[in-house]
């Protein structure tokens, strides 16, 4: 049975990369390395600046403000009330507050006293909070984690779950503090803070970010992004999102200011208007979505000069926008990076001139850190080739909060891909991305966007990829959504739905033609909704389970929709809709486009059969599938039968050539 | 474009109203009528639209009197075209992905075995599916080359099909296998438990190699294990009252019947026999038995880790076609 056969043909694998490519796609990308005081914490750092600058603004929130000696001073307090609650190194506490200086206060303070606190955004639901209380405890052997938070906001933590210390109401005990200061607890090797991102199973995993991770990531961040210049950064995302950490700790080490906004209730994403609006900040950290709602804005008098966006991918065009839209320069950069990788670890200055593709690139590795694009097997891929993007570095994560599971899934030790015998810990991001024969980085989504569709699988992030780059498309969603059929082997077609913001009205034959100059025709959507703006979580992401459900008057026609217009094409077109579920169908639908396949052809062909009598086969489908197509096929064949019957009426007849 | 296709079904419904029968013979257009209905602004009206009766007229006779085998997923290109059978569900789509990668000049035709339909009776000797294919063929494309090819358990069908087509003098370049399985699979108990058990463990080992962490692989091995135990020995077809599944399964019993009693014989043409990776030598597949009747028959292997289940789907088919490709070379115009 193992007898060894004549191989012809060798084994098709994935290109091999050559060696001109490794060196500049592995090797020379990734020459990264940059000091950084690596001994130090992000409380020395802010130490430093208070001794240089004591009189400066640190911090405003309407009329009201703290000196770096009045912030240093108060959050001495804080630590020094926490340390009298055994606060210290190794525990961990929640900050569940709106944004304030207290809240600043807060976080200074937990890490003076050498713990690591955990944002909670104040909108978070209860039941969500009790998760990671209950998770802090579990994971600190049932120590009763420390809550702090605000007066209005105390009735969403359960007492049984956290010690609760309520900032404003209680102030008066940190006033009794020394506000001398004591020497920081905190280590460069302790956790800085946990911040809790949404896990594929629906319970939140905490990750873990060293002093070290941190000190790294705003040494560099305040270089690039502040140039020795005191910058006003607004502080209005969600603390909870770790793109906010810039702007909570880059201002604090380079003498800049905090200027604080809160937004209203239920308008979160409106305080992004508010902060262009109020025109008191220089530098401003936001999605492109939260840019996206500034575009419009009257922005000739705005001081604003620097934009560092993040979190999704950023349309050229919206960059060229912002540029023209601000009559002094601006410096545009877009950074991108997981919380597994400490807030950043790619970056890329937007240039007006040389940014010519739809999304601007997500650049170069930042200081310190390693960017690489892996086959399954670990190994580099080649340009064109779709791969995982792993992180290495200095950023990198401590791990998962009381997961070594998933701590092991996601952080891995393999053959550093540079030398190929040494080993490095990767962060195995979820990401796929390939490189272009240009050499340039492309990013193409979550892996986990991958469904099947028709037996095939299929990566979501490179349908949107590719839809992003029509140039009038600013925002995009594809979506798999399943419609259950027949009976439950034929189980569910899943259906492929574009959502799509534009600055212009387009068709979907222009859609289609745009995606299928580069996909498959199974990556092809089948619905195409366009919406006015894309819904989005408080972290100013997209939020695709918000998106709405697609409806006959939403889905935009495949081609402007022409009704059947025959008796066979109006029964075809009602036979097809109730087979594929779907609400109605035009002349000029496509079968197999409408999510026709395997068991629902058999289906069609003996319903047709039945229906017209005539003898319909699977061939005249593929041949001719749409319903006006069809239906002249099944006309004819009517014809041709009725032709060869004898005829009704008995009379007389008379036969003629025509 | 939508005024003309309604104003002339409206001028058919209005002859079928008048008992009024029209057909071509030839290049003539012939009419029987009652006597009296043919009023002279009919018959103008006939005459002036005569080119597209009967353009309407051959189109409906060609459909009604094709070959309801011939699946056309790409019907247009330069290339030798390539007749496809499928596995012993008979399913045209499983060709899909491989055509689609293939190309737009490659023409590719999944063959439909007979019972698929659902109305046409299954039939149970792979000689018998053969020779039907080969008259459906033939009276589609007369003249050949013609490249056959077949899936899985098609494969005996395709290569029987091709000794068929090259007994009556049609060329036939090429025999392209994929993946199939030797009748000896089926018919030695042994064999066929191995070959079962190599495709578990083959399919729990690419699984597990998923999996993060040793316990996690652990788990999944022992869910495994347990959802075997509880497994019968024999699997029955659940019994179904859907006329569209009754036919399937009948169809999928038949075709098992008659790869199980089928004994391929040799044949002098070229083979070339894909598989998804050099480890389908080991498994039970009796890859090797194909150069009993077949000598000089060309091994293909895909990348080690194809799945042997869906090696002509996405994301294997690239891979697949490319090795097509190359195993075809010499045969390019």
Known sequence: MNEVLPIVAESVGLPPLQDADHRALVVDYNATSAHYPSDRTIIDLFHDQVTLSPDAEAIRFGDAMLTYRQLDERSNQMAAHLGSQGVGPGRIIVVFMEHSIEVVVAILGVLKAGAAYVPIDAATPKGRIATILKDISNGTGGQTPVAITQARLQSAISPELADIFVLDADFGSILDQPASARPSAAKSNGVAYIIFTSGSTGTPKGVEIEHRSLVNYIWWAARVYSSGQPLAWPLFSSLAFDLTVTTLFAPLITGGRIVVYLGDPGVKNMVVLKVVDDNAVDIMKLTPAHLAMIRDRNLEATRLRKFIVGGEDFKTELARDITKAIPHPVEIYNEYGPTEATVGCMIHRFEVEQDRSASVPIGVPAANAGIYVLSKEYQPTGPNVIGEMFIAGDGLARGYFNRPDLTEERFRTATDPRDGFSRLRLYKTGDLARWSSEGRLEFLGRADHQVKVGGTRIELGEIEARLLKQPHVQECAVVAIPTAVGNAEEGAITRLVAYYVSSKPLTVAELRAHLAEELLESMIPAHYVCLERMPLTSNGKIDRSSLPEPTADSIQPAHEFVAPSTETEKTLAALWCNLLKVKSIGRYDNFFDLGGESLLVVRAVARMRKIFGVDVQLRNLFERPTVAELAEVIDGMRWVADSRAASLSGGPREEIEL | MQAQVTQFSELLADLAV?????????????????????????????????????????????????????????????????????????????????????????????????????????????????????????????????????????????????????????????????????????????????????????????????????????????????????????????????????????????????????TPTPYSGRVCIFLPNKAWLRSGAAPHRWRLVAPDAEFYFGPEDCDEVSMLEEPDAPAVAELYRRATQKLRD
């Open chain 2, 18 to 262: 008048k008992d009024i029968k029209v057909w071509v013979e030839g290049d003539r257009l012939r009419c029987s009528a009652p006597a009296g209905a043919m009023t002279a602004e009919l018959r103008d009206q006939l005459q002036g639209r005569k080119g597209e009766i009967i353009a309407f007229l051959n189109m409906a006779t060609a459909a009604a009197t094709q070959q309801p085998a011939i699946i056309p997923l790409q019907s247009r290109g330069t290339r030798t075209p390539i007749y496809a059978v499928p596995g012993h569900v008979g399913a045209p789509f499983s060709f899909s992905d491989l055509s689609k990668h293939l190309g737009g000049d490659q023409p590719f035709y999944a063959l439909q075995p007979p019972g698929f339909d659902g109305q046409s009776e299954p039939m149970d000797r792979v000689e018998d599916i053969a020779e039907y294919f080969a008259g459906q063929i033939v009276q589609y494309q007369p003249v050949g080359p013609y490249i056959i090819a077949g899936y899985c358990s098609g494969g005996p069908t395709a290569f029987e099909l091709a000794k068929i087509l090259k007994k009556r003098g049609a060329a036939v370049p090429c025999v392209a296998l994929f993946g199939p399985l030797h009748p000896a699979t089926h018919q030695e108990l042994l064999r066929l438990l191995y070959f079962s058990a190599w495709g578990t463990i083959r399919s729990v080992r690419r699984s597990m190699a998923k999996l993060p962490t040793f316990g996690a692989r652990l788990r999944y091995f022992g869910s495994r294990l347990r959802e075997r135990a509880f497994l019968p020995l024999v699997r029955k077809e659940p019994v179904t009252t859907d006329p569209v599944l009754a036919s399937r399964a009948l169809l999928k019993s038949t075709a098992m019947a008659a790869f199980r009693r089928y």
